[in-house]
């Protein structure tokens, strides 16, 4: 005799209940998995914050000390105009990089605004002829250093003036971080 079994209501709500603790243990499983997400995305970008805090405070500080720099070049040029050992900026140009011409020419590969701010000073440091300054310390904080030279800025076929030029300077501080300005000067002519 074959034997039928016979599910009565009370059955069938007792694995419908069973059914849905089985729903219920999924969606927590997922919710818990989602926050468990969340936290370690929160612990990894509050830990990585400061991180970068402190690479934006040795980028401003690079920034400073080639400001540093700036002003350091621009006394020396005054004072070197005014007890005239200069009367322009031919001869003081910086145009070779690496023993290669090129670096105030902007179709040259050696153009210095082609190459990284490491690059230039490691190349100041190696060959100092026409620099200003060759990773001079920070006063106050030798973490900090700048380098200072003239370019050219009539390079690529204009008609040479030397009576202005881009002066370059590079602030470099720990983990490799520098900042440049280049700006533009120009020896007033009497008249």
């Avoid at 009565?8 to 007792?14: F, P, T, V």
Wanted: hydrophobic letters at 40%; a negative charge; one cysteine or more.
């Amino acid at each position: 005799m074959k034997k039928t079994e016979r599910f009565s209501g009370a059955d069938h709500l007792s694995l419908r209940a069973k059914s849905d603790k089985g729903v219920a243990l999924i969606i927590v499983i997922l919710v818990m998995t989602f926050l468990l997400t969340i936290g370690l995305v929160l612990l990894t970008v509050t830990g990585t914050g400061p991180q970068v805090a402190g690479n934006i405070r040795w980028q401003h500080q690079a920034f400073n000390a080639a400001e540093a720099g700036f002003d350091a070049a621009w006394k020396q040029i005054n004072e070197n105009i005014i007890i005239e050992v200069i009367k322009d900026f031919s001869g003081q140009y910086r145009t070779i990089f690496d023993s290669q011409p090129g670096l105030d020419d902007p179709e040259s590969q050696n153009y210095f605004r082609k190459l990284t701010d490491q690059q230039i000073v490691e190349d100041v440091l190696k060959y100092p002829a026409n620099s200003i300054f060759a990773s001079q310390p920070l006063a106050g904080d030798n973490r900090f250093t700048y380098t200072v030279f003239l370019i050219s800025d009539e390079a690529g076929g204009f008609i040479r003036d030397d009576m202005d030029a881009i002066l370059v300077c590079i602030g470099q501080g720990p983990q490799n971080t520098y900042a440049r300005l280049e700006i533009e000067i120009e020896i007033l002519r009497e008249t």
